[in-house]
């Protein structure tokens, strides 16, 4: 089985990253570690409620919606720290 890459979102890293990572190793060492802990928690979240069958479909829009902008704001975070 191929094992899906892509790339480090921060522009213009050419590091592919296997599926289950934000950002290359480079790249998530300059977050703000309050900001790593939000993404973390946003995603330990958002697995709990894909992991439940009871799970409302509001329940898991909310639960992605606080990933994305935990991610998002990972990414800009390294992003604004460029010369």
Not at 13 to 32: F, I, T
């Amino acid at each position: 089985m191929v094992e899906k890459r892509r790339r480090c979102p921060v522009s213009p890293c050419p590091a592919e990253l296997p599926q289950g990572l934000l950002m290359c190793k480079e790249h998530w060492r300059q977050v703000p570690k309050p900001l790593q802990a939000g993404v973390n928690k946003a995603w330990r979240h958002l697995r709990r409620v894909l992991a439940g069958s009871r799970s409302s479909t509001d329940a898991l829009r909310e639960a992605a919606g606080a990933h994305r902008e935990a991610t998002d704001a990972a990414v800009q975070a390294v992003e604004r720290q460029r010369p």
